[in-house]
């Protein structure tokens, strides 16, 4: 285990104990509102759906589309490398009646195993960027999870660029805990690279700021956050036929 992988398990563990799904004041209060819509628009009413939320934490978005694709047969598989996680997260399935619907594993994310053309929708938010081994296996396990995905399926990925961690005191800049330690551009382009066959769906770029105490020392952790959503369909396909229904 790296020290970023490490950093992040510790923090997620203690922020688990105490923090209620749902609750306000937290960045687990809510889901991704924008998630929850794509589930609706194109999954709501197909049968079968099968979802994987690779780091999923205790269930912000699992439990939410759970609720949306379960009644008609779907599944959300979720992985998470904390036990904590899991285990709260089966507490909170199923006191929001949706455990039928829900599959987990205790793993790291690079090391489950994602099956091609297996899922419809694959959604990982915060996890790759410090959750594994190295910058390969970053953009390993983001390839894993693009030929994972059925034709027609999304990628819905949360990326964390242009971190900083400062002294809360002195503002002095820290060492960062992280695997994959990208610009926002940077980390744009080379998804797009990945990408470069699908058609993406869309691209944002929001701050976030949190302070916490990390090694005993209060600390500032900021960042601008990517989040990229493609969809596995032809670009080039859908490029022309907007075209001609333009012509």
Not at 120 to 130: A, C, K, P, R, T
Not at 169 to 186: F, M, Q, R
Not at 203 to 230: C, H, P, R
């Amino acid at each position: 285990m790296n020290k970023a992988q490490r950093a992040t398990q510790e923090y997620h563990k203690e922020f688990f104990k105490k923090a209620k799904l749902f609750e306000k004041g937290t960045w687990i209060a809510e889901s991704e509102d924008d998630l929850l819509k794509l589930v609706e628009e194109y999954f709501g009413k197909k049968k079968n759906v099968q979802v994987l939320d690779l780091g999923c934490g205790v269930g912000r978005n699992a439990i939410p589309i759970a609720k949306i694709i379960g009644p008609n047969g779907g599944k959300v598989t979720c992985v998470d490398v904390l036990d904590i996680a899991i285990e709260k997260l089966k507490e909170n399935s199923e006191k929001h009646g949706v455990s039928d619907y829900i599959e987990t594993e205790v793993r790291e994310v690079e090391k489950f195993s994602i099956k091609k053309n297996c899922f419809d929708l694959i959604l990982s938010f915060s996890v790759l960027e410090h959750g594994v081994s190295d910058e390969n296996a970053f953009f390993r396990v983001v390839r894993d999870i693009r030929e994972g995905t059925k034709k027609d399926g999304f990628n819905y990925l949360g990326i964390t660029t242009n971190l900083e961690e400062l002294d809360a005191k002195t503002l002095e800049k820290l060492s960062k805990d992280i695997v994959y330690d990208a610009s926002y551009d940077e980390a744009l382009s080379d998804l797009k690279d990945v990408y470069k066959d699908w058609e993406i769906i869309s691209t944002e770029k929001s701050f976030y700021k949190e302070e916490y105490v990390k090694n005993g020392k209060m600390i500032i952790w900021q960042s601008d956050f990517l989040t990229f959503v493609a969809r596995n369909s032809d670009a080039d396909a859908l490029a022309n036929a907007a075209m001609d229904r333009g012509a």
